[in-house]
């Protein structure tokens, strides 16, 4: 039970967290990993060196700190890890184990004289608190995943029934359920959790669902990263027959209703959740601007796609830039990065538009001041990290 005295402690650590939480959690994550090797699949490792998964939980950690006595106000940060958490199916059992090596971070890391008894005691309570919150919502997702038409808890056997390179860098694998039974909808913009046994080591990754849902298959379209382990496998190993072992869809980025106008603005492999969410929008006849912006027409992958369902559907405008055009490239739009100006242009006249955007963080960071600036509503703009989140600095 987290008592008055419990959230008075947690919150005066909150200062001490600030100057050194990034650190706290890097100690966090070498004790979990180097003695824990059971969860090692559920985190990327390219995100531990590169600090990106340091910083995110930092950053939540500071974040519950700080509201430990109001947890309204995390707004949508709970949902967001309890859809992460389910797309790596973390179970209850996990729980203690990082709350063990969390407690034991905080002990070593501040040291005995600051993290005392009390101290830890109260963390301790904090973090139960919070297992218990999240423990109890993802039991609710795995519960509705499997009792919905097609679903299924835990992980599912499916077939590659097709293969497609979409660019140079990008390929698509259609899926379907290797049991021949029903296969599950889900909502434009989700993702699937895959796990992999890659040279006798288990990894988990999520991906996009690039195609709307059909009742036959899903698509994942899967950008070969440099030095990607789990991408070039399936870029390199991965062929027509195969078997992949997928998680129910997941995820909180989705196009949510309305009849307002549609902008859909992606960079590199952002466009693939903003396909699906095409697809879900064009028969209601709303207005859709899709904007995508590629290095050049190589690794510009589903342009001849977009051309014609821009050909079938007058309310659709497709726009296209390049920022690095190869002589013998097809015509862009723009020419370099996407600049306020061109984005001004290729909107609706009126900005009461909902927009969507997804690619590199810098990228996502200007689209988010850009359509300030135009005087798009903040709340009617929307984005995803496909990694740990982290905030868009502006």
Excluded at 45 to 65: C, E, F, I, K, T
Aim: glycine share 8%; hydrophobic share 40%; net charge negative.
């Amino acid at each position: 039970m987290l008592s008055a005295q419990h959230r008075a402690l947690v919150k005066a650590t909150v200062p001490l967290l600030e100057t050194g939480g990034e650190a706290l959690t890097r100690h966090f994550y070498r004790i979990m990993l180097g003695e824990h090797p059971e969860v090692r699949p559920l985190f990327n490792q390219a995100h531990q060196a590169s600090g990106d998964q340091p910083r995110a939980l930092a950053n939540g950690v500071l974040m519950y700190a700080r509201h430990i006595d109001r947890l309204e106000a995390l707004g949508p940060l709970v949902g967001q890890i309890v859809q992460k958490h389910v797309s790596l199916q973390v179970l209850p059992e996990q729980y203690p184990i990082v709350g063990a090596c969390l407690l034991r971070a905080i002990r070593e890391v501040l040291g005995e004289e600051i993290a005392t008894d009390e101290v830890i005691a109260a963390w301790a309570a904090a973090y139960q608190q919070l297992a218990d919150l999240l423990i109890g919502a993802e039991e609710e997702v795995y519960a509705a995943s499997a009792n919905q038409p097609g679903g299924w808890r835990g992980t599912r056997s499916f077939e590659v029934a097709r293969r497609v390179s979409e660019s140079d860098e990008i390929v698509s694998f259609h899926l379907r359920p290797a049991d021949g039974g029903a296969l599950a909808d889900f909502l434009p913009g989700q993702y699937i959790g895959l796990r992999l046994v890659i040279d006798g080591e288990e990894v988990r990754r999520n991906y996009s669902l690039s195609a709307a849902p059909n009742g036959r298959d899903y698509r994942i379209s899967v950008k070969r990263e440099a030095g990607g382990k789990v991408s070039g496998y399936l870029h390199e190993q991965v062929k027509v027959g195969d078997r992949l072992e997928l998680f129910p869809p997941a995820g909180e980025f989705v196009l949510r209703p309305s009849r307002k106008p549609l902008a859909l603005i992606t960079a590199g492999v952002g466009i693939t959740p903003a396909l699906s969410m095409l697809e879900a929008a064009l028969p209601s006849g709303r207005p859709v601007h899709f904007i995508h912006c590629a290095r050049h027409a190589g690794v510009h992958a589903f342009r001849d796609w977009l051309d014609e369902q821009a050909a079938k559907h007058p309310q659709l405008r497709h726009y296209v830039c390049y920022s690095e055009p190869r002589p013998d490239d097809r015509a862009a739009d723009a020419i370099g990065l996407l600049n306020r100006e061109s984005l001004a242009d290729w909107l609706p006249a009126e900005r009461d538009l909902d927009a969507y955007f997804l690619g590199p963080k810098p990228f996502m960071a200007l689209m988010k001041r850009h359509l300030r600036e135009l005087g798009v509503p903040e709340g009617q703009c929307h984005y995803e990290f496909f990694g740990p989140a982290s905030a868009l600095d502006n």
